[in-house]
């Protein structure tokens, strides 16, 4: 495994407590350590970068939500936890596009990480829901949603980049659009 | 209240934004009135939802901008496992290869056919002495010294290591088979087609031509009486129609058809090839003409071409037997007359099973 960048490669403690702490230079360099040996992993095994592109991020998503959870402990070496994952995610979309040959060149050893991609799995589906609840809510409910709940702006900011008369009318709104999400969001299957 | 001040009041009770009278007088409501704490429940559950979302689009942004910050071709050229200089050049060439080995494996098959190479033969050539299971065999050596030992061997019917076909030359006990029968023989006898054995000695063989003659020295024997047949001198003609008999098992078997070439395996002029059935066990039996002239003797067939048997043509017979030195021939005198000849197939087999002989071999 010589082909590894060996400059900056985070400790795996380093990465915990990173992630903990929403460490942007924690995880540039988790996502540099480690990216070389996912796209050995996926080029080498019918894929391309996007692929592997894809695959990794989708794998650095699951263990930073395990550890934001805080039910991630670390059993092995969080290389080895990284390409396992990655190799089981590669492996279950090699069989949703029937490129799976029955064998898997593999460059690092690996463990049996089934249930964690599945959980992960779920929380996706959940969350395209979401994506497209947006989507079919416009404008400006969208806007006003995403700004007071996902980037925490007051309803004082908010009232004055749309122009309401008062905050009293911007609530109403807000509420309102908010009903109309969630009825959006539960009409979905 | 409306849902909308409901929605309100969850939401600042969820933040913490209420006052202390507020908040508790809102946890009563909440805790008798089951529809208002499913309302909480649920609410915290979908902002939460909202929430994490954002955070899953903020994460997945940040993780592309990384992502951009590499070399990823320049990675993926390094990490590419390359097949070795041999696989590459396969790749590549591989058309070109297969044509130039096409046409190589062309030119070899073409020259061994045109060199005759591929018309070797050799391993399909058998000699049709017959050759018994080990087992049988070994009884019948000791069955054999037993016999010895009691001085009672002549007449037993015991089959030998060895069979062969053999016929009768002249009326006194001549009998001639294939040399490949009776080779490296310690004791050969003969038996006829009324169950008889009488002992013999190989007075005289001639490998090249696959010959040899035997004499009976049993003194039972008398005399076979005059033999039926004549031998033919001079070359047959193909398409003549022949025939043979033998043993190839136990009892007599005709083998019927025609000649039909007039040399044998790989051009031997010494023999004719026939078209007549046969088996191991037909190794010296008579080739006969329509007419009853013996006119060769079965020594061999082709193992994969059927009904292509080999016979040493009557010629080479007659030469052989000038050739016995007078001390070993005795009393050999030929038969020259045909009493077959205008007889029917059944009646000349008749007449002539008599002088039909199996040759049993027996070595150690």
Redesign the interface.
Same mark, same amino acid.
């Given at each position: 495994m010589s082909k590894e960048l060996n400059s900056g490669i985070p400790t795996d403690s380093e990465v915990i407590l990173g992630i903990l702490n929403n460490s942007d230079s924690v995880l540039k360099r988790l996502y540099i350590a480690y990216f070389p040996m996912v796209l050995q992993l996926i080029i080498n095994n019918n894929g391309n970068a996007d692929d592997a592109k894809d695959i990794y991020q989708e794998a650095i998503i699951v263990l930073y939500n395990k550890v934001k959870t805080g039910d991630f402990e670390l059993s092995s070496k969080l290389k080895t936890y990284i390409y396992s994952v990655c190799r089981r995610l590669w492996l279950k979309r090699l069989a949703q596009m029937n490129r799976y040959g029955g064998d898997i060149k593999d460059f690092q050893e690996y463990l049996s990480v089934d249930d964690e991609t599945e959980k992960n799995n779920e929380r996706d589906i959940q969350f395209n829901k979401m994506g497209s609840a947006l989507q079919l809510l416009g404008e400006p409910c969208k806007t006003i949603i995403e700004d007071f709940y996902i980037n925490n702006r007051s309803m004082q900011q908010i009232c004055e980049d749309f122009g309401y008369t008062n905050a009293d009318n911007a609530k109403t709104q807000k509420y309102k659009c908010l009903q109309r999400l969630k009825k959006l969001f539960f009409q979905q299957n | 209240m409306s849902? !909308?001040q409901l929605? $309100?009041q969850i939401e600042r009770y969820l933040n913490g934004e209420m006052s202390n009278d507020e908040r508790a007088h809102f946890e009563v409501l909440r805790s008798e009135n089951a529809d208002v704490n499913k309302k909480v429940a649920e609410h915290k559950h979908?902002?939460n939802?909202?929430?994490?979302?954002? $955070? *899953?689009?903020e994460?997945?942004k *940040?993780? !592309?901008a990384?992502?951009s $910050?590499?070399d990823?071709?320049s990675? $993926?050229e390094?990490?590419?496992?390359h097949p070795s200089w041999i696989v590459s050049i396969w790749r590549n060439h591989h058309s070109k290869i297969s044509v130039a080995a096409s046409i190589a494996i062309f030119a070899v098959l073409s020259t061994l056919f045109f060199t005759g190479y591929l018309n070797n033969k050799e391993v399909n050539y058998v000699k049709l002495s017959r050759e018994l299971d080990h087992l049988k065999n070994s009884t019948d050596q000791i069955n054999h010294k037993l016999n010895n030992l009691n001085r009672s061997g002549k007449g037993n019917s015991n089959p030998g290591n060895f069979r062969g076909t053999g016929f009768a030359i002249s009326s006194n006990g001549y009998i001639v088979t294939d040399y490949h029968v009776v080779k490296d023989a310690d004791s050969v006898y003969v038996q006829g087609v009324d169950g008889k054995s009488y002992r013999t000695k190989v007075i005289y063989s001639e490998p090249g031509a696959d010959i040899a003659v035997l004499q009976i020295t049993d003194p039972a024997f008398k005399s076979f009486g005059p033999i039926p047949y004549a031998f033919k001198k001079a070359d047959t003609d193909i398409g003549e129609n022949v025939f043979t008999i033998g043993y190839p098992r136990d009892a007599m078997v005709l083998g019927p058809g025609f000649l039909t070439a007039s040399t044998g395996f790989r051009g031997d002029t010494t023999q004719y090839q026939v078209s007549t059935p046969v088996d191991f066990g037909n190794s010296g039996g008579p080739l006969l003409d329509s007419k009853g002239n013996v006119i060769g003797i079965i020594n061999a067939k082709e193992t994969h071409v059927e009904g292509a048997a080999f016979a040493v043509k009557s010629s080479y017979l007659l030469k052989t037997i000038q050739d016995i030195p007078d001390s070993l021939k005795g009393s050999l005198n030929l038969n020259s007359k045909n009493i077959l000849a205008s007889l029917s197939r059944v009646q000349q087999i008749k007449k002539m099973q008599n002088y039909v002989f199996m040759v049993k071999v027996y070595n150690q």
């Open positions: - | 849902d !909308n929605l $309100e979908f902002v939802l909202i929430k994490q979302y954002g $955070e *899953r689009l994460l997945e *940040r993780l !592309n990384l992502h $910050e590499i990823v071709h990675l $993926e390094e990490l590419m496992i």
